[in-house]
């Protein structure tokens, strides 16, 4: 954890590191040494320093809010996320990380700013899935994301929201009571960011192939032709992930109508039809 918090240094120089000199330390005195002997003139030891005490005070804040670091080795993280290019090397995680071992969920996804039926829709999806035992995966987004995760919650059903930013900082905060909810009703909240991590658009990017590893279905409620939802459907696609267009017999969303004119996915008057 401490090596990602040195500047330029991400998941895959660290696994190309790690597989010619191996595992990085616990222990500080070893890994500066360890990073030292790899890039001899590339950080000093307060840089050193400082990402190590910087890491030390993220897991201190996830412990906090009773959420906790998982990596590659463990059982729990899953497997699917090794069909993605740049797998994260380390995720946070509160709640039951349980559904990470099970069945493919299903995603649904959307608009931040939908019409009343794509709302009515992304709830009722939930429920349907929460009806059926089946984990609903998204976003926490506004929108068609808050929409369906509460369609899951409010009927007694299990749900993992893949977040952009850290644990300890929903976005949006008025999702704060949701993400709560989703932990107490047994599901999940899950990020690859850890605390003090600066919130940028590509984050949202990396997130939705998070989304679409974790999905059987990804279900497009309503859609931008260029949304974020978009992206999702686009890595669901690179996974062999199946893709359907939620709504009725011409959806209104230019998303949803490429999806269909492209062949990229079927169309489902319910989420029942996937079931």
């Given amino acids: 954890m401490s090596a990602l918090n040195l500047p330029g240094i991400g998941n895959q120089r660290i696994r190309r590191l790690e597989s010619e000199y191996g595992e990085l330390s616990d222990q500080i005195n070893r890994w500066k040494k360890q990073i030292i002997r790899v890039w ?19 897991t201190d804040e996830i412990e906090r ?3 906790r670091i998982i990596c590659q080795e463990d059982p729990e993280y899953p497997q699917v996320f090794f069909q993605l290019v740049n797998p994260p090397l380390l995720l946070a995680i509160a709640g039951q990380s349980g559904l990470l071992q099970r069945e493919l969920g299903i995603a649904l996804v959307g608009t931040r700013e939908p019409s009343d039926g794509a709302l009515m829709r992304a709830f009722q999806a939930g429920a349907a899935c929460a009806a059926h ?10 929108g068609c994301d808050t929409q369906a995760h509460w369609g899951a919650v409010d009927h007694g059903g299990e749900t993992i929201a893949v977040l952009p930013g850290p644990l300890s900082r929903v976005i949006p905060k008025s999702n704060a009571r949701l993400a709560r909810n989703i932990v107490e009703q047994g599901g999940l909240l899950l990020s690859e960011n850890f605390p003090g991590t600066a919130v940028e658009p590509y984050h ?24 974020g939802t978009m992206h999702t459907v686009r890595r669901g696609s690179e996974l062999s992930r199946k893709i ?27 989420v029942q039809e996937i079931l």
Avoid: H, M, T, Y
């Fill in 40 to 58: 001899p003139d590339r950080f000093s030891i307060s840089q050193l320093d400082d990402a190590w005490e910087l890491a030390k005070r993220q």
């Fill in 133 to 142: 035992k089946r984990v609903v995966v998204s976003g926490l987004a506004l």
């Fill in 204 to 227: 949202f990017v990396q997130r939705n192939r998070l989304i679409a590893a974790l999905s059987e279905w990804v279900v497009v409620v309503e859609a931008s032709r260029d949304s």
């Fill in 244 to 270: 359907a267009v939620l709504g009725a017999e011409q959806p209104e969303s230019l998303g949803c109508q490429w999806i269909l004119r492209e062949r990229k996915g079927i169309r489902i008057k319910s």
């Fill in 65 to 67: 809010i009773q959420g």
